[in-house]
């Protein structure tokens, strides 16, 4: 990448995960990190803490949600050309196993199903390292120029 000229979605999650930018601050929030990066795929990272438990004493439902939030939005991010942008439209999630703050660690992955001009469909799934499933869901994405 020459001077002055924008780096592609791939380019500023790879910087994210190598520790050139700073990550989103929800990524701080949740302590969740960016941990692998392909050509629309992409991995987080997420250590269960008590600090996002709910009152039953389980891990908050909206934790999964961001997770796979995060993941499905940056598998297409990472597909973006230089001054492109997403939003999400729409996303459905099924919560399929309770997580719990002294759990071991899970990732979040995400890719493409389908990229469009203008609209992508992509999926995420919430995995443990034995690969039980957590959660999974679907987006659907708005492509747009900056």
Known sequence: MSAGESPTGREQLEAIRDGRVPPAPIQRVLNFDLVDVGDGWVAFRY??????????????????????????????????????????????????????????????????????????????????DTGKLYAHATSTCLILRR
Do not use: C
């Open 47 to 128: 250590t269960p803490s008590a600090e996002h438990q709910n009152p039953m004493g389980t891990v908050h439902g909206g934790v999964a949600m961001t997770l796979l939030d995060s993941a499905a939005g940056a598998s297409l991010h990472s597909t973006l050309e230089p001054g492109q942008a997403y939003t999400t439209l729409e996303t459905k999630v099924n919560l399929v196993r309770t997580i719990l703050s002294d759990g071991g660690e899970l990732r979040a992955e995400g890719s493409v199903v389908h990229r469009g001009t203008t609209t992508a469909t992509t999926e995420a799934r919430l995995l443990d």
